[in-house]
């Protein structure tokens, strides 16, 4: 893997998820979040894993993210900042956040080290589509219709008239 396309896509991926954790405008926050995402699945075709990187784009891309902004918008949420709803306890949050993630990057290297990503994810890819759409359909499928009545209440709970 090329480690300046890694890079690229880390901070790429970076500035999304922090921009959508501080954007004061929820609908800015949304679409920073589009960003964050198209990082994580730059990753997997980085990767070699093309099938999960198209599912991330599918899935949280084009319907998640969906939602969210279709239940900002029709929910009349509190589109700008809210000074009520923030805390003046905003700078330990980030101290924890940095000891939670200094935690599991410990984690992380301490349970894999110097270990590499085998070339075989062709197979590996064959098994998660196979076991996606054969095994999993059902949840899958479950999931989907519970997304859908979702986006359903929140149009009721919107539209009282």
């Given at each position: 893997m090329n480690v300046a396309a890694f890079v690229l896509v880390a901070i790429l991926t970076l500035a999304g998820a922090l921009a959508?954790?501080?954007?004061?405008?929820?609908?800015?926050?949304?679409?920073?979040?589009?960003v964050a995402f198209v990082g994580v699945?730059?990753?997997y075709f980085l990767l070699g894993a093309e099938f999960v990187g198209v599912t991330q784009i599918l899935v949280y891309?084009?319907?998640?993210?969906v939602l969210f902004l279709f239940g900002i918008m029709l929910t009349r949420a509190p589109i700008g900042h809210e000074v009520r709803l923030t805390s003046k306890?905003?700078?330990?949050?980030v101290v924890v956040a940095l000891a939670i993630a200094g935690v599991l990057g410990y984690?992380?290297?301490?349970?894999?080290?110097?270990?590499?990503i085998g070339n075989d994810t062709r197979q590996f890819t064959a098994q998660v589509s196979d076991s996606l759409?054969?095994?999993?359909?059902?949840?899958?499928?479950?999931?989907s219709v519970l997304l859908l009545a979702a986006l359903v209440g929140?149009?009721?709970?919107?539209?009282?008239e």
């Open positions: 959508a954790a501080l954007l004061p405008k929820l609908i800015h926050a949304a679409l920073s979040l589009v699945a730059a990753f891309i084009g319907a998640i993210v306890n905003w700078p330990m949050g984690t992380l290297i301490d349970a894999f080290g110097t270990d590499h759409f054969q095994d999993y359909l059902m949840p899958f499928e479950v999931v929140a149009i009721v709970l919107a539209r009282k």
